[in-house]
């Protein structure tokens, strides 16, 4: 059957990309507009393999140009159900990616397609190859699909008009878990799709945790492990729990050490810090650590320019993905901030510091009211200098862990000076106070006559096991 189309099709495509330079068109991304969608519907409904499309073909579509795309799946079948449907669609990604020549990236309203020049020199030619092949894949891989019928739209004012719909679609779905919490079950469901890219990386998706792509809550996962047992989406018994705010359980840990080959044992699922989720690559955003505020900024995939801390998402983006656990960075779904455990061993919205307006709006009536303004986007700072007077301008949370950190600091360089007083009584000329301070201190030698050392001490930690001093001959 894949002999009627004039590309090649294997899962060995996947992690193909088409560059600037071999793109013959892009569709949707950030610089258009697209989506992706897979409606339940009733086997009567619709007619088996139909593809329609709304707007130009690929065949009337300059070298070069950049175009709108959405894609409406709809699925009938006796196991089908609405829950089923994030799932399926999820799987756009991998079978698009399983064309040669054609690119996809990402999911859901953030979808970025490329079809390479190559491809459309063989013969890609028109979006109902790309359609046929696609509808082919999903029936071939998910065989609880017994009918499927397709819509690409490629006009801009039509996919704008169905965008609102499919927004609607996607809100439903995620509203579903907000009254549903992690300690309301004992299951939690795991997905693995993303290890053909990102081979150690085990999504655990619970309740209060939507997938980092943002595309599977834990109903999603409850329908795929349900109707495919042996599928990518799989139960994860909850076991005992090790760390209730942190989010840690022994049955995750015993799934991620097995599923990770290893990699890592233990995962917090609402620590930034500790034993952090792992991240493949497909996050909606990437979380940072800013250690000069002690504070974390988030940043998704539609904000171009530069975070305070000098980076753009794509760098952060390369540290974070990849499937390891990366102190400092963290990728979640957008629906993740709307969760009432959204980082919670951390502190939850008290540490978050940044975000780009954008963002920042999409979720502004989840982030609580004493906090929303306090959390700085670029129209409020550009860099870490302004980022800090801004916070402190408004008395934000984070300034109670600066002064911790302070005192903290301040004990730690009084035991360290006591130290060195206890190791070498007579070395010590000045109260230790005054050298906490940090002032550039002429320190007498015990017993010498002229010199001396100079000790600076400035926020200085010190850890001294021993002292040997010896008096000049
Ligand atoms: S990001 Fe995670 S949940 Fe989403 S498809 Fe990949 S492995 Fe599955």
Redesign the pocket.
């Known amino acids: 059957m894949a002999d009627e189309f004039p590309f090649e099709i294997s899962p060995m495509f996947e992690g193909e990309r088409v560059r600037k330079d071999g793109m013959y068109v892009e569709l949707a991304g950030p610089k258009s507009k697209g989506f992706e969608l897979v409606k339940a519907v009733g086997m009567d409904e619709i007619e088996d393999g139909k593809f329609t499309l709304i707007g130009p073909d690929l065949s009337e579509m300059e070298e070069g140009s950049r175009h709108p795309i959405a894609m409406i799946y709809r699925v009938a079948g006796e196991l089908v159900e609405p829950d089923l449907e994030a799932i399926v669609e999820?799987r756009n990604?991998d079978f698009q990616n399983y064309i040669q020549g054609v690119m996809h990236l990402n999911?859901r309203y953030d979808i970025w397609i490329r079809v390479s020049k190559d491809a459309v020199k063989k013969g890609l030619n028109s979006f109902e190859q790309v359609a046929k092949a696609t509808m082919m894949l999903f029936k071939n891989e998910l065989p609880f699909i017994e009918k499927i019928e397709t819509t690409y739209i490629t006009d801009l004012a039509e996919a704008e008009k169905e965008l609102e719909a499919a927004m609607e679609s996607y809100k439903i779905r995620d509203e579903r878990t907000r009254n549903l919490h992690d300690e309301d079950v004992d299951v939690f469901y795991g997905?693995?799709?993303?290890?053909s890219f990102?081979p150690t990386?085990?999504?655990v998706?619970t309740p209060d945790r939507i997938?980092?792509?943002?595309?599977?809550n834990w109903f999603d996962?409850r329908a795929a492990a349900k109707v495919d047992p042996e599928g990518?989406?799989f139960a994860i018994e909850k076991g005992e729990v090790i760390d209730a705010v942190g989010g840690e359980y022994s049955g995750v840990n015993d799934l991620a050490k097995s599923l990770s080959n290893g990699e890592y044992d233990r995962i917090k699922i609402h620590s930034f810090f500790e034993f952090p989720h792992t991240s493949?690559?497909?996050?909606e955003v990437v979380g940072f650590y800013i250690p000069e505020v002690d504070g974390i900024g988030w940043v998704d995939r539609d904000f171009t320019a530069t975070a305070p801390n000098g980076l753009p998402f794509s760098t952060m983006a390369g540290q974070t993905g990849g499937g390891k656990q990366i102190v400092g960075f963290l990728g979640i779904g957008i629906n993740y901030f709307r969760s009432p455990k959204f980082i919670e061993a951390d502190g939850g919205w008290e540490r978050v510091v940044w975000m780009p307006k954008n963002l920042k709006d999409k979720v502004l009536v989840d982030i609580p009211e004493d906090i929303v303004d306090k959390i700085a986007t670029e129209e409020d700072v550009t860099d870490l200098e302004s980022l800090k007077a801004f916070l402190i301008g408004k008395d934000h949370p984070i300034l109670e862990r600066w002064v911790e950190e302070e005192e903290e600091e301040e004990e730690e360089a009084e035991e360290a000076i006591e130290d060195i007083a206890a190791a070498a009584p007579g070395m010590m000329q000045m109260p230790a106070q005054a050298m906490m301070a940090g002032a550039v201190a002429p320190m007498a030698m015990a017993g010498g006559s002229g010199g001396g050392v100079k000790v600076i001490l400035k926020n200085a930690k010190v850890s001294i096991d021993r002292i040997i001093i010896k008096k000049s001959e």
């Open positions: 999820r990604h999911q997905c693995t799709l993303c290890q990102a990386n085990v999504c998706v997938s980092l792509c943002g595309a599977i996962g990518p989406q493949c690559g497909c996050f």
